[in-house]
């Protein structure tokens, strides 16, 4: 192969990955906070209001840094990821905030809010097995298929299931740091 054709197919490769480029850009919109439901896929139950008020703060010097990514639905729009920056937002006093429309089905979206969750430090064992137990029953899973998905043992998985089981008072008290 000659210097001409090389440096054309150098330039066919660069203009196919622009052409890529172009396609993978999103378009951002303003979206009512009030048209946009929350994930029910969602494994976070309790939200640290301090780090919420702290985040409202940062939202109101500086915006919403990172786009939330929604669903199109007949009501409006369900949440995909970004509740936190959504209820932050309505805190900072904002009615709108910047959002992705994408188009999921639910088992995607299940597992996706499930994986987005699950790899965060600050969930508690208790929203972490609920998280798994809700897995494996809207995606079929067994413990070794989800442990598998979440780079876990699948011993891990199913210790964590096993606090479901104590009483529900005990698991409040572990919600709530005791």
Known sequence: MNKDELIRRGLEDLLKENQIE???KEEVVDI??????????QP?????????????DSIRANGVLQPVIVKKVASG?????????CRASKIAGFSTVPAIIRDY?????AELALLENIQ????????EAEAYQ????????THLELAQKIGKSRSYVSNALGILSLPEEVLKEINHGN
């Open 120 to 127: 965060r430090e600050d969930l508690t064992i208790v929203e």
């Open 134 to 141: 809700n897995a494996i029953q809207s995606l079929n899973l």
């Open 22 to 24: 172009d396609l993978e």
């Open 77 to 85: 729009y369900m949440l995909v990821t970004g509740e936190r920056r």
């Open 44 to 56: 976070r139950r309790h939200f640290d209001e301090v780090a919420l008020q702290e985040l409202a």
């Open 105 to 109: 089905n639910n088992q995607y979206l």
């Open 32 to 41: 009512d906070l009030d048209k946009i439901t929350p994930n029910p896929y």
